[in-house]
């Protein structure tokens, strides 16, 4: 289908998630998440305060560089790896067919 | 005894906008939050970013359409708490709410209408399992009295500027020994806060660890030992009086979650009627609400408020009638 991609997600339990995600419809991945109803909270709405869509990118695919405050958020959260990511600062695009996620542990 | 016809829990744009449409149908609001400010989210987090979905608005600065709201809301003169969180709630003789805040101030009223948004700012705490062993035994996630640091050994977490303001603040001649520890290189606050640390690190008045984390906590009656991952070096062991792990702040829904509230996923469930929850008399609009279809939008939160005040009226004034009036015919008098 033509502006429909596949993302795999793993979940905090381990489990496979093969997520279809709409690239024209200007959604992110932390919005994809929760429309599929996956436990991620998006608690601040998509600003980028408040870490709780944070995702290890699995897969070497090229994601948009990080805005400053994605940089700082991700400072002052925690369970923090190199490949750590916002979920919700990545936006669905067609070149992010095949990404593979995993859903980081959350606190809040 | 404050007293008023509604306390409104939160002070965001939805506790604003209920001060209008309950003074239009003659009630008085008093609005409690536990931020130094009104506005909510909206001042705290994100002032300066665009609206563009309130009616009317193509588009508006979050900081002033909670400017345009207190506007709104001034003829009715609401009473304000501010800096102060609401703990708990009790029932009086006469069937009347009484709220008490962490600072002891006790609000009377007939209404409760909870319009707390995300909930309340709280410090956001490592992940370490015995971390609440040690809370204010040595581990302070806000610094409310410096002079306890006095001649102490200090170790604080954090890459932003309380952690950064803290540690040159307490390395100036109050704490025996101060260590600044950051997960990254790169710090993130304010330039003139980095450097004037970073100036204190060089002239060896602050020990800097960065690419390292603190990833446990150890003693016995008190904190005495903390527990040091670094990137490249493995584990080391640091002995400290006080840790102040410094992350920011994340909502919760605080005290509210254990008033006997219907709680589903961090949300008070509420009947789409009135926005009423399971107890009677006590409301919940805005963010903070769930029921089927919710969407958590500031227009829908303006809807809430004003379906609300309507069956608060009727609480406070079971044997008055009252006809919808338009503000176009009748003009605004305030109190």
Not at chain 2, 210 to 215: F, N, R, Y
Not at chain 2, 276 to 282: A, L, M, Q, V, Y
Request: hydrophobic content about 40%; aromatic content about 8%; charged content about 20%.
């Amino acid at each position: 289908m033509e502006n429909t991609i596949h993302i795999t997600l793993i979940d905090r339990e381990g489990k496979e998630h093969i997520l279809e995600a709409p690239t024209d419809m200007n959604m992110n991945v932390m919005e994809l998440c929760k429309s599929y109803e996956l436990p991620v909270e998006g608690t601040c709405g998509g600003m980028a305060m408040c870490a709780t869509c944070q995702v290890y990118v699995l897969s070497d695919h090229q994601l948009p560089e990080k805005t400053e405050d994605e940089e700082a958020m991700l400072d002052q959260a925690f369970f923090v790896q190199p490949n750590s990511r916002l979920g919700c600062q990545i936006k669905l695009t067609n070149d992010l067919d095949g990404l593979k996620l995993q859903l980081a542990n959350s606190v809040d | 005894m404050i007293e008023t016809d509604i306390i409104i829990i939160g002070a965001g744009p939805c506790g604003l906008f209920t001060v209008f449409e309950a003074g239009l149908l003659k009630l008085r609001c008093h609005l409690i939050d536990a931020l130094p400010q009104v506005g909510g989210q909206l001042t705290e987090i994100y002032p300066k970013k665009p609206i563009y979905d309130i009616p009317g608005f193509p588009e508006v600065l979050a900081g002033d359409l909670i400017h345009n709201l207190m506007e709104q809301a001034a003829p009715f003169k609401p009473g304000f708490t501010l800096g102060e969180r609401c703990e708990s709630f009790q029932v009086d003789e006469d069937g009347k709410f009484i709220v008490t805040t962490n600072k002891g101030t006790l609000h009377k009223a007939p209404v409760i209408a909870i319009a707390g948004g995300l909930g309340c700012f709280e410090p956001r705490k490592p992940p370490i399992a015995n971390i609440a062993d040690f809370e204010d035994k040595g581990i302070e996630y806000i610094v409310r009295d410096p002079n306890i640091y006095k001649d102490k050994r200090v170790v604080i977490s954090g890459g932003g500027d309380s952690a950064l303001d803290w540690a040159h603040y307490l390395a100036n001649g109050v704490a025996k020994e101060v260590t600044l520890i950051h997960r990254s290189k790169s710090f993130r606050g304010h330039p003139d806060s980095v450097q004037k640390a970073m100036d204190m690190a060089t002239a060896g008045k602050i020990k800097l660890f960065t690419d390292a984390e603190v990833v446990g906590v150890n003693g016995t009656d008190r904190l005495s030992t903390l527990t040091i991952k670094h990137l490249t070096e493995g584990e080391s062991t640091m002995e400290t009086d006080h840790w102040l792990p410094l992350f920011g702040l994340s909502p919760k829904l605080g005290p509210l979650a254990n008033w006997g509230l219907n709680i589903d996923k961090n949300s008070i469930e509420v009947n789409t009627f009135d926005y009423s929850t399971n107890i009677p008399g006590i409301y919940a609009i805005g963010d903070i609400n769930t029921y089927p279809g919710k969407l958590k939008l500031i227009l829908c939160g303006f809807h809430e408020a004003t379906l609300m005040v309507q069956s608060a009226f009727k609480r406070i004034y079971p044997d008055k009638n009252y006809v919808l009036k338009y503000t176009t015919v009748n003009g605004v008098t305030g109190f």
